[in-house]
């Protein structure tokens, strides 16, 4: 009888646990496909489960921030999908690697061709976008899901924070630290110091260069010296040797 209970218990846990924790693995989210850093642009999937076993998802439309407007946003070509990208004139212009910006994508809307994502189904939707904001430490989407029956689910809910999840929360793309060279000022500063470098390098070779043609020239004059000094020798020691013959006749001749 106790060991009934305890199996009863178990199972009506394990049943609690399940329901608790479907709603995470079916609303609609995104993640980057590697890291999503701040200034830079990434690469992120919006994923989306079919919830419905009587009903397909035949589109999904995803509004981007209006507080942190995204000049760059290009979806990934889909089989059995079209997408539509809206672009939005912005109050303010956005200054992006030093040219204004006076428009932003405000949201992107895939439409199913075919049958859409089927019951038992979850369908991914790659997007490129940037650059990302520097002041920012998450972007929250908002995405509206529409079923082949007509039923629309707004998955628009922001988590507040110490409070539980929501019952239809935004997708929440969490931003990791700004690179180095994701604006290619480290970059810049790298090359400075390169240049800086190079310059010292070739002054440097310039005055190696200098010093090597000064002891080449040098050693050019050295070497016409003694080539000179030798030719005097040779004409000295021969006519010192023609001095002694004469010398030798001369005596010759006179104590003869």
Known sequence: MQAS?????????????????????????????????????????????????DASTTKLEINFPTDHPLASVMPEKIAGWK??????????????????????????????????????????????????????????FKAIQTYSSGEVVRWIEVQEDGAEEPENPAPVLTLSAASEDHHGASTAEDASDESSESSESSDDAKAASVTTEA????????????RVLGVVGIVVGAAGVAYGVLAGRRRTTSDA
């Open 215 to 226: 002891a080449a020239d040098s050693s050019d004059g050295s070497d016409t010296t003694a």
């Open 5 to 53: 209970r305890i199996a009863a218990a178990a199972a009506v846990a394990g049943s609690a646990v399940l329901l608790l924790s479907s709603p995470a693995f079916a609303h609609v989210s995104v993640q980057p496909d590697g890291t999503a850093a701040k200034g830079g642009y990434a690469l992120v999937n919006f994923r989306v489960p079919n919830e419905r076993d």
């Open 83 to 140: 997408a539509t990208v809206t672009r939005t004139k912005l109050a303010k212009p956005l200054e992006v690697h030093g040219q204004k910006i006076n428009e932003a994508v405000s949201k992107v809307t895939w439409t199913a061709d075919g049958k859409g994502i089927e019951p038992g189904y979850i369908q991914r939707f790659p997007v490129s976008m940037g650059a990302l904001p520097e002041d920012a430490d998450e972007l929250v």
